[in-house]
């Protein structure tokens, strides 16, 4: 019986000593200009309870007559605790303008800095967490590549049957205004983002189409 005791215990102390799986959860997407492929954005996040990290990399290059005419280059890294943001890293070469945001939890509140501004946000702050259905209840968001704190609003545009992975699946359709440029979103039934489009400079339409 002893030894069947020290088996036992020893079973539930080793259960015990392995960590909980953190979940991956990975949105891989393909970018299009005018619907010309330029590159990718994938967006990786992990977490376990309460605490989440997501991990932001982009690469675009448009060419023009098999010449670079444009890069952009985004590479973020963010904390969350619940729905908050606790901690921003990110730097973005857009056509070679360079840009630093880091962004930290301070008491009730965050910090954030790039190479120009500090400024302190109240409360709790999201960034433009597309993954997150609830970024579309917020009315401000951080801008992970310029650091300012944007106003913005959510209009919800009805359902949508849209192509996902060559497959008609419906969607639910949103639109962020109150932006330099509209950004369109839409989700699953289930609340999953599945596609993003915006019109960029020379009224051209940058679309996300998950790989």
Sequence with gaps: MAAAIKITVGAALLVLAIPARAELRVWDFRVFLNDAPIGYHRFSLTGEG???????????????????????????TEEWRGNCLVRLDARTDDGGQHSLVQAVSSGDGVMVATQMTHERLPGCVM??????????????LLNAQTGKFEMEKVVAL?????????VAVAAKHY???????????WY?????????ESTVSGARRLRYSLN
């Design 127 to 140: 960034s433009f967490a597309y993954w997150n259905p609830q970024m579309l209840r917020q009315s401000r």
């Design 50 to 76: 309460d605490a989440r990290e997501l991990k932001s990399e982009a690469r675009f290059e448009v060419k023009f007559l098999s010449i670079t005419a444009y890069r952009y280059v985004h590479d973020a």
């Design 158 to 166: 009805g359902e949508q049957t849209i192509s996902v992975r060559g």
């Design 175 to 185: 639109r962020l205004t109150g932006l330099k440029q509209p950004i369109d979103l």
């Design 188 to 196: 699953s039934t289930d609340d999953e983002w599945l596609a993003l």
